[in-house]
């Protein structure tokens, strides 16, 4: 069709010229005709120039929109898939990476939750008594066992303390009487003592005897009245002696029967202060146990908080691979030319924090194994 | 009473982290997750012992922020530790010349952390 229009485009012009040029050689009638024909041609040559201008500024537009397209399709073609062949596998290795170190953190998280449950048995955190084998006592019942052990044996002391108690009395009351006694024996002294007079009066009496029976008469009195005092207290001493022996034998009794048993008490006593002696030991090593366990708990939760840090990493890896798959779509819808794998990737790199992303910025399986795992932390002090 | 510590990271499991490693220490914290809020928390504050910061962070970095914070009159002798993923010499040397006091790497182990924060941390 564009050829023909080319022809029309070069006759029409010359057939409008020719057309008007006839009348200057012939008479009027045909030459008028044609001189109309002429002009008419003109126009619609004109009209033809118009349309034509028209049309080639339509097909210049799709022309473009052609072009535009074999642009576009020149860049997929030509331009991202050499881009794609260099982003696409670091991408990879970086999702790799992130993947690897969520795994592993994921388990290292595991483990440790497990080892702390370990522990807390181990510690003796068993939970509720259903879970207990029967006849397995919880440190709190120890206690309870300890303070009911003990009991009896405070029982039993105290009982030996009132029976020391009775037997103090009873040694108090054999002291008051013995004071007693002391004090009768002075008294017999003294009515032997007067006795002892009396019989030297009467000697002496004796010796004046011619005045026959007066002075002896006087003394015999005398010496009744100190027989009958004498007598008084001698069955007043007999009687004391007689409580004396009783009490003396009931406290000796008693003694005997605190004895044995207090005897009995302390054997008691003694077995039982070692029983309890053995459940604060066994405590003890419980306790220690616990302690121990206590300090590997916490190695274990400071492991976990490590462990838990991942989130932190794996976060900015994912956020950088984000960033960089917007950058390439904005890159595509944009009319720039894309730039070579290696300026992309060049790009990409600036923006790494880690070492493991500058790590699995290489596509090597050893980069993605060593990023699996963070690096140890460092401190430095300036 | 008890220190205080402002964390300074735009992680908040990283936050909850280190806020769990100082609490059990006794030590009482601020968060902040970015340096400008970071700036806001120091404003409000009534006391801050020590500050521990990332790097990375948006809105304000964790150098800018340390920047800003030696240059105010009120906060410039709070001691700064940087706990950040990064390791490059030149970020540290940037650190060091803004005033940071320590630099430490991720993933911290809690002793290591409470060691930094026992040494550096204000009277």
């Not at chain 1, 080319?6 to 045909?30: E, M, N, Q, S, Y």
């Not at chain 1, 992130?98 to 449950?117: E, H, K, P």
């Not at chain 1, 709190?140 to 303390?161: D, F, H, Y």
């Not at chain 1, 008469?217 to 004391?240: D, M, P, Q």
């Given at each position: 069709?564009?050829?023909?229009?080319?022809?029309?485009?070069?006759?029409?012009?010359?057939?409008?010229?020719?057309?008007?040029?006839?009348?200057?050689?012939?008479?009027?009638?045909?030459?008028?005709?044609?001189?109309?024909?002429?002009?008419?041609?003109?126009?619609?040559?004109?009209?033809?120039?118009?349309?034509?201008?028209?049309?080639?500024?339509?097909?210049?537009?799709?022309?473009?929109?052609?072009?535009?397209?074999?642009?576009?399709?020149?860049?997929?073609?030509?331009?991202?898939?050499?881009?794609?062949?260099?982003?696409?596998?670091?991408?990879?290795?970086?999702?790799?990476?992130?993947?690897?170190?969520?795994?592993?953190?994921?388990?290292?998280?595991?483990?440790?939750?497990?080892?702390?449950?370990?522990?807390?048995?181990?510690?003796?955190?068993?939970?509720?008594?259903?879970?207990?084998?029967?006849?397995?006592?919880?440190?709190?019942?120890?206690?309870?066992?300890?303070?009911?052990?003990?009991?009896?044996?405070?029982?039993?002391?105290?009982?030996?303390?009132?029976?020391?108690?009775?037997?103090?009395?009873?040694?108090?009351?054999?002291?008051?009487?013995?004071?007693?006694?002391?004090?009768?024996?002075?008294?017999?002294?003294?009515?032997?003592?007067?006795?002892?007079?009396?019989?030297?009066?009467?000697?002496?009496?004796?010796?004046?005897?011619?005045?026959?029976?007066?002075?002896?008469?006087?003394?015999?009195?005398?010496?009744?009245?100190?027989?009958?005092?004498?007598?008084?207290?001698?069955?007043?001493?007999?009687?004391?002696?007689?409580?004396?022996?009783?009490?003396?034998?009931?406290?000796?009794?008693?003694?005997?029967?605190?004895?044995?048993?207090?005897?009995?008490?302390?054997?008691?006593?003694?077995?039982?202060?070692?029983?309890?002696?053995?459940?604060?030991?066994?405590?003890?090593?419980?306790?220690?146990?616990?302690?121990?366990?206590?300090?590997?708990?916490?190695s274990n939760i400071e492991a976990l908080i490590v462990s838990l840090q991942f989130q932190d990493r794996v976060s900015q890896v994912i956020g950088v691979v984000d960033k960089d798959m917007a950058r390439l779509r904005d890159t595509i819808d944009s009319d720039e030319a894309l730039p070579s794998s290696d300026q992309w990737l060049a790009d990409l790199q600036a923006h790494y924090t880690m070492k493991e992303q500058r790590r699995g910025h290489g596509t090597s399986a050893g980069g993605r194994a060593a990023a699996s795992s963070a690096a140890p932390a460092t401190a430095l002090f300036f | 009473m008890a220190k205080t510590v402002l964390i300074v990271d735009d992680s908040m499991s990283l936050r909850a982290l280190v806020k769990l490693s100082l609490t059990r220490a006794g030590y009482a914290v601020l968060e902040a997750s970015d340096g400008k809020e970071g700036l806001a928390q120091l404003d409000k504050a009534a006391k801050v012992n020590l500050i521990v910061s990332d790097v990375n962070m948006p809105n304000m970095d964790g150098i800018t922020f340390v920047t800003h914070v030696k240059q105010h009159a009120r906060h410039k002798f709070i001691p700064v530790i940087m706990l950040t993923t990064e390791d490059e010499a030149a970020k540290i040397a940037q650190a060091k010349a803004a005033g940071a006091r320590a630099w430490l790497t991720k993933p911290f182990n809690p002793p290591q952390l409470l060691e930094a924060v026992g040494k550096l941390v204000l009277a």
């Open positions: 069709m564009t050829i023909h229009l080319r022809w029309l485009d070069a006759a029409l012009p010359t057939l409008a010229v020719a057309c008007a040029a006839v009348p200057l050689f012939h008479g009027v009638g045909v030459p008028e005709v044609t001189a109309v024909v002429g002009v008419a041609a003109a126009s619609i040559w004109a009209a033809f120039r118009s349309a034509r201008v028209a049309a080639n500024s339509a097909a210049d537009c799709a022309q473009q929109a052609v072009d535009a397209e074999a642009r576009l399709l020149a860049r997929y073609r030509d331009e991202l898939p050499p881009l794609l062949r260099g982003i696409l596998p670091v991408w990879r290795e970086h999702v790799e990476s992130v993947r690897s170190q969520t795994d592993t953190a994921v388990g290292d998280l595991v483990v440790n939750f497990s080892a702390i449950t370990e522990q807390f048995e181990a510690a003796g955190f068993k939970g509720t008594s259903d879970s207990l084998p029967s006849g397995q006592d919880t440190t709190i019942s120890l206690l309870t066992l300890c303070e009911r052990e003990l009991q009896p044996v405070i029982a039993s002391m105290t009982r030996i303390t009132d029976s020391k108690g009775a037997l103090a009395a009873s040694v108090r009351e054999l002291s008051v009487i013995t004071g007693e006694l002391q004090t009768m024996a002075s008294e017999v002294a003294g009515i032997a003592a007067q006795t002892n007079l009396l019989a030297i009066n009467a000697a002496i009496e004796a010796a004046r005897v011619g005045e026959a029976g007066r002075g002896f008469a006087v003394i015999a009195k005398e010496i009744r009245s100190l027989s009958h005092a004498s007598a008084k207290t001698a069955n007043y001493i007999t009687g004391r002696m007689a409580q004396i022996m009783t009490i003396m034998r009931n406290t000796s009794e008693a003694a005997t029967q605190a004895a044995a048993s207090d005897k009995i008490a302390i054997e008691l006593s003694g077995t039982v202060v070692d029983d309890v002696l053995s459940h604060v030991r066994e405590l003890s090593v419980e306790a220690q146990t616990m302690l121990g366990q206590g300090n590997v708990i916490r | -």
